[in-house]
């Protein structure tokens, strides 16, 4: 038997919270950038726990983030801060916490200079793990390669979100993430 995500989910071994993200989510393209900042707060936070304890505590996460809207993280101050560490809905750590911050403020500086998140991860496709883990570590805080590479298979940038006999991976497939695409733009 596989000890993969897929089949994890299919035998019912796994919390319930895992089969809506793993059917409707997990490696389906992230078109916005509020978005793709969410999933890359998730992933920071997932570090050294379980995914299961980030899906439960999502709502906490969106509350306390403000919908992941960049331009009200980006403007979080120290009395922001000390509400978040005392959030029992989120991941008080107070690393995690301020890269939510400091990414936001970068994901600004990337939308300032290409206009927008996503058109900055396209412009990098198709990079090998290894090259997007330099990028990230010298663009943001707190993006360690396990982190780098699930917010890239999570968002459809690399492969690898699901096993080919999935109907889930299917369904991905016809939306043509980056990782089935060709880079189409110059170098």
Known sequence: MSNSYCAAVRSGRLHAVHTRYHDLEYGFPILTDDGLFE??????????????????????????????????????????????????????????????????????EIQREHGSFLVWLELYHPLELEDWTRLFKKTFVFTGGEIVREFLVSTGFLPGAHDDDCSTHYQILTLEPAWTREKTTCE
């Open 39 to 108: 999933r890359l707060i998730l992933e920071i936070n997932q570090a050294g726990l379980s995914w299961e304890t980030i899906l439960k505590k999502r709502e906490g996460f969106t509350k306390a983030y403000a919908n992941f809207d960049l331009e009200q993280v980006a403007a979080f101050d120290d009395q922001d801060f000390a509400r978040l560490m005392s959030d029992a809905g989120i991941i008080r750590n107070r690393l995690k916490i301020r890269a939510a911050t400091e990414n936001a403020k970068r994901i600004l």
